[in-house]
């Protein structure tokens, strides 16, 4: 799996997939004013890449697109890639596309949610059994500080009954993967994780201190108000081919029924993903996904106070003056889904 700042590139033609097995493509033209996907992932989760990946082999043909480019990205140049017009639709996290609309740098939309929970976890390197063990002045990381990164890991710490001031709060860049070899190098006393570490980090002898699903709209679909004002209906066909692939990667009593096609279809970009990530798709499915692009107007009121509460945006800022969920509406009304979120 690539590093996530390392920017990696696939091309792949639709036609040619769909004949191999997705759906049919469309004959002739597709109808859309723009048919081919341009996408940037600020994720390089090999969770995310597989859905990613077989969205755009076994939906999107019979949508109209006859390519796809899907471009993986640091997070935080995603919005960057918007601009420049290297990609027309990207996801990355709400609080750097808010924070973005919010400065009024570039007029953006969210046309979606990617992920309408979060899976909290905190993990400690070996030696640190419970929270009894965390002394004052353990060096504990969430990435970040003072963002929505230290919010969340002083949440975690205050609700363990740890008083956050008590600890000494670091950055620590690199993602969970490096805070999770930190903590087995035994360089950082605890640290804020993904499903895929906890294997790795217990059997190297960590422990898992907490570990819960929070409503948390934490990453979106977005693109410049001017794509989406030109070019809706490719817009809202990409919507579509989305929540059709999250759905079908969530089908099954145990959410894995298509896991190992879903495999198969990322390998074959380059993507490797690991026994551990493989084997927590289903808690990544029921505790960060949103599986129909939506999520509820109360998690995105409180998703936005709380980033007030940081002044990574202005107390006035108000999403819906920058969302458009009737894509979402109506891929939801087209696949018999509930609407979310409901009218606002």
Same mark, same amino acid.
């Given at each position: ?153 002083? *949440? ?103 896991? *190992? *096609? ?53 107390a006035d800022f108000d999403w819906r003056d920058h969302s458009d969920f009737s894509c979402v509406w109506e891929a939801q009304e087209e696949l018999g ?8």
């Amino acid at each position: 799996m690539p590093a996530k700042s390392l920017r990696v590139v696939f091309v792949v033609m639709m036609l040619s997939l769909a004949a191999c097995g997705g759906q049919p493509a469309p004959e002739g033209d597709s109808g859309l004013s723009v048919n081919t996907i341009s996408y940037a992932s600020g994720s390089s989760d090999a969770m995310d890449l597989m859905i990613q990946w077989s969205t755009a082999e076994l939906f999107a043909p019979s949508l109209g697109f006859t390519d796809a480019e899907i471009i993986i990205l640091d997070d935080t140049a995603v919005i960057a890639a918007l601009v420049s017009g290297e990609a027309w639709m990207g996801q990355t996290g709400t609080s750097l596309i808010w924070a973005a609309m919010d400065q009024g740098d570039v007029d953006l939309v969210i046309v979606g949610i990617d992920k309408d929970d979060e899976v909290r976890i905190l993990g400690t390197r070996p030696g640190i059994a419970s929270v009894a063990d965390l002394a004052p002045g353990s060096k504990i990381s969430g990435g970040d500080v003072g963002d929505w990164d230290e919010l969340v890991l002083r *949440e975690i710490l205050t609700e363990l009954g740890v008083d956050p001031d008590t600890m000494d709060i670091i950055a620590f860049g690199g993602g969970a993967d490096a805070r999770m070899q930190a903590m087995i190098a035994g360089q950082l006393d605890a640290g804020i994780q993904q499903p895929r570490n906890i294997g790795p980090l217990t059997r190297a002898g960590g422990a898992i201190l907490y570990e819960e699903a929070v409503p948390a709209p934490q990453e979106a679909w977005v693109v410049t108000r001017e794509f989406f004002d030109e070019h809706s209906d490719t817009v809202c066909a990409m919507v579509k081919a989305r929540i059709q692939g999250k759905q079908w990667a969530a089908e099954g009593s145990d959410r894995r029924a298509n896991v *190992e *096609e879903a495999r198969d279809i990322v390998m074959k970009h380059g993507i490797e993903p690991t026994d551990d990530e493989l084997a927590d798709w289903q808690r990544e499915i029921e505790g960060n996904l949103s599986l129909d692009g939506g999520a509820t107007v109360a998690s995105l009121d409180k998703h936005v106070a709380n980033l007030q509460s940081l002044d990574v945006v202005s107390a006035d800022f108000d999403w819906r003056d920058h969302s458009d969920f009737s894509c979402v509406w109506e891929a939801q009304e087209e696949l018999g889904l509930p609407q979310r979120p409901e009218s606002y």
